[in-house]
């Protein structure tokens, strides 16, 4: 099979959509991504379908919603025989390399209960060749990196602690320890530089996964203190936490899940005033910028080394973050600051659409089928995402989804969270469903708790208007579509093969 080229794809954790168009975007500077979106096809309704990172990441990787890998947690394993990118584009002939890491939960049933790989949940996905270890939890050797550099800790988490450059109390947004030169952003940087060099003569495929901007906040200077908290938008919401609270039983546990104070380290304890979310909101933006200079470096190394116009270059985030909005920090929650995420792809076939964007809904399911379309590899029906391709190229297909679908778990059955604490539920009903289509959200829940209905044509999320008896009609055909889109997405791995007397008969999903 002829390979179509080589292909980057570039995942940025928790990357806020709106950094790059929104109400962040005025307020960051990302001159790299902002170009490359010149070079590339933005998608501006992309959304995760499910989060927090593992569950995400899952889906990305293996093109299922969480309804079917059933990873929804941060934690839970990942069955070993689930297709996924690495595994296809093996028989695509690329070797899958992954420079950071993919969140993974190793499946049980297939290890030792000894193997060291079912103590994290930082583990690669089946499949994938890891040239570098670079896990938030674990990183040895950036740690090694930075012991060799001088630097002295005596815990590893120490390094995520700002320190005050003339010693006493530290800042919220005092400088990391570490020189920015020397950041886990810019060693993994300079690992894939250094690695991908040799590769230039050959078809290769790579993930490239950056931790940051994902707390811990902490960013080297000149990072740290790059942008005025002052001169930043003010967190999107209502000004009293009773008032967000009070919209649904849902809010109260979010509010309570993550504070600001689990976004920093080193402090005993963090109040929410608005000059301390201001000052991490500020720290969150520089680390964004980080990034975007070394995601620089590496399409420049793209194009001195002639490969830029060989490469399908895809940048995404897995989910976004809240960051004060609302009340709430992280990305367990229903808001679309937490699942709209950026898409750029750059087919260098397609240079006639260059810095194009797409409207119609993307979800986070269809960038691996894109990719295996790309290289020419059949899409495995067990996936429900779609490939990308024709939008890519200008044309959208009569029958392409007019809604994006997501899912949360919040469960935890080793420790039940806050949410079941507080609204008594349980592992198999702490979850909930989320529709979005050009007017509405719907969010259900499987628990026995009230829906939320967001109208944006009138106050957006502003006001859950699901009790109002004038939405009784919108409520129940969004309740119908929910119900269909995920009768339409069962498990389709193995439902559309037949066994005959001719032997064994498979139809493709799409």
């Not at 379908?49 to 079917?68: E, H, K």
């Not at 950041?183 to 991908?196: G, R």
Request: with cysteine.
């Amino acid at each position: 099979m002829p390979h179509a080229g080589n292909v980057l794809f570039i995942i940025i954790d928790q990357l806020r959509a709106d950094c790059l168009n929104g109400a962040l975007a005025a307020h960051v500077e990302l001159p790299n991504l902002r170009a490359f979106m010149d070079e590339a096809v933005t998608f501006e309704q992309h959304f995760s379908v499910t989060n927090p990172c593992g569950p995400s990441r899952a889906s990305i990787l293996t093109g299922q919603y969480a309804m079917n890998h059933r990873s929804v947690r941060n934690g839970t394993p990942l069955r070993h025989d689930t297709p996924n990118i690495a595994t296809e584009m093996r028989k695509a002939g690329y070797l899958p390399m992954l420079f950071g890491y993919t969140d993974t939960s190793a499946d049980p049933r297939v290890h030792d209960q000894n193997d060291p790989i079912l103590k994290s949940y930082e583990h690669p996905m089946n499949g994938f060749h890891e040239v570098v270890e670079m896990r938030l939890e674990e990183s040895y050797p950036w740690r090694s990196h930075l012991m060799q550099k001088g630097y002295e800790f005596e815990d590893y988490w120490d390094v995520h602690k700002p320190v005050a450059p003339s010693g006493g109390q530290p800042r919220l947004n005092d400088p990391a320890m570490y020189r920015a030169e020397d950041s886990d952003t810019a060693f993994l940087t300079d690992v894939f530089l250094n690695s991908m060099a040799p590769f230039s003569d050959e078809n290769w495929f790579a993930h490239l996964t950056y931790i940051r901007p994902h707390p811990p906040l902490v960013a080297p200077a000149p990072y740290n203190d790059m942008y005025d908290p002052e001169t930043l938008p003010r967190p999107a919401g209502f000004s009293d936490a009773g008032v967000e609270g009070a919209m649904h039983p849902f809010f109260g546990p979010t509010i309570a899940n993550q504070t600001a104070s689990d976004f920093v380290l080193g402090f005993d304890d963090v109040e929410p005033t608005i000059e301390n979310i201001q000052t991490l909101r500020a720290v969150y933006l520089g680390l964004a910028s980080e990034v975007d200079h070394h995601v620089g470096r590496v399409i420049r190394f793209l194009k001195d080394s002639g490969q830029y116009d060989d490469t399908m270059v895809v940048v995404t985030a897995d989910h976004g973050e809240m960051l004060g909005d609302r009340h709430s920090w992280g990305k367990m929650t229903v808001y679309d600051a937490a699942y709209k995420t950026p898409l750029m792809i750059r087919d260098p076939n397609n240079q006639a659409r260059a810095g194009s964007v797409v409207s119609v809904p993307t979800e986070s399911i269809d960038i691996t089928p894109t990719i295996l379309d790309w290289v020419g590899q059949p899409i495995p029906n067990s996936m429900d995402g779609r490939s990308l391709l024709p939008l890519l190229q200008g044309e959208t297909p009569d029958d392409w989804r007019s809604y994006s679908f997501s899912e949360l778990d919040f469960a935890e059955p080793e420790k039940p969270s806050v949410w079941q604490h507080v609204l008594g539920t349980g592992n198999s009903d702490s979850c909930l469903g989320i529709l979005r289509d050009e007017r509405f959200t719907l969010v259900e829940f499987a628990a026995e708790l009230p829906p939320i209905l967001f109208d944006h044509h009138k106050s957006g999320e502003l006001q859950n208007v699901a009790v109002d008896s004038e939405y009784a009609n919108d409520l129940a055909r969004l309740s119908r579509q929910m119900l269909r889109h995920r009768m339409r997405n069962m498990d389709h791995t193995l439902s559309l093969d037949s066994i005959t007397a001719d032997g064994p008969k498979s139809r493709p999903r799409y």
